[in-house]
């Protein structure tokens, strides 16, 4: 059996620690990107128009997740944290798919395995709103969609980096935009 001199049991500790500290992060990253999947697919979804462009925005989000959790404070909670890292990435994806040309492209559906016992009107509607929700300018886009996962006007307003007026402002004519094209759609 070997025998360490004080340096190496040192070293042997920090070893140790830095391998617990990994762990720790691993879990973290695991319950984090697990309990808000659904959550991440919708927000990709609404700034995305296909499968495959929505499925980037989430390995970009998950990398950037990965990258910024070392450095989480607990200044918010981990929800707002996340969303914050999603929503700045999504710009980021946006920006990059304005300087490139595409086609244009009908939104995907963001839920694209809906409730098998959802009735088909509903099934439709929710079909309809995701769509007019995916046409709203990205202000309002980005408060309504965040809306929608339950965060509330604090959390939002720390996402966005506006003042909770302002998220409230942007709800109500997020929402006054939402029935004006849905009432149009109606009568049709």
């Not at 009908?106 to 694209?112: K, S, T, Y």
């Not at 307003?157 to 109606?186: D, F, P, T, W």
Request: proline residues 4%; charged residues 30%; contains cysteine.
């Amino acid at each position: 059996m070997k025998s360490f001199s004080g340096t190496d049991a040192i070293l042997v500790d920090v070893d140790a620690a830095r391998n617990s500290d990994r762990t720790a992060l691993e879990e973290k990253f695991d319950r984090l990107l697990t309990a808000n999947s659904a959550a991440l697919t919708r927000l990709a979804g609404s700034f995305t128009h296909t499968a495959s462009d929505r499925d980037d925005l989430l390995q970009e989000i998950a990398i950037a997740v990965w990258q910024a959790l070392p450095r989480f404070r607990g200044e918010c909670s981990e929800r707002t944290f996340l969303f914050r890292i999603a929503h700045n990435r999504a710009i980021a994806h946006l920006a990059r798919r304005r300087l490139r040309p595409v086609a244009d492209e009908e939104p995907e559906a963001l839920d694209p395995a809906p409730d098998p016992e959802a009735g088909l009107a509903q099934e439709q509607r929710a079909e309809l709103l995701r769509r007019e929700i995916h046409r709203l300018p990205i202000a309002y886009r980005q408060a309504i969609t965040l809306s929608l996962e339950g965060l509330d006007y604090g959390e939002i307003a720390e996402v966005l980096g506006i003042s909770e007026n302002n998220v409230g402002a942007r709800l109500s004519r997020a929402r006054q935009m939402l029935r004006e094209a849905l009432e149009k759609l109606k009568w049709r």
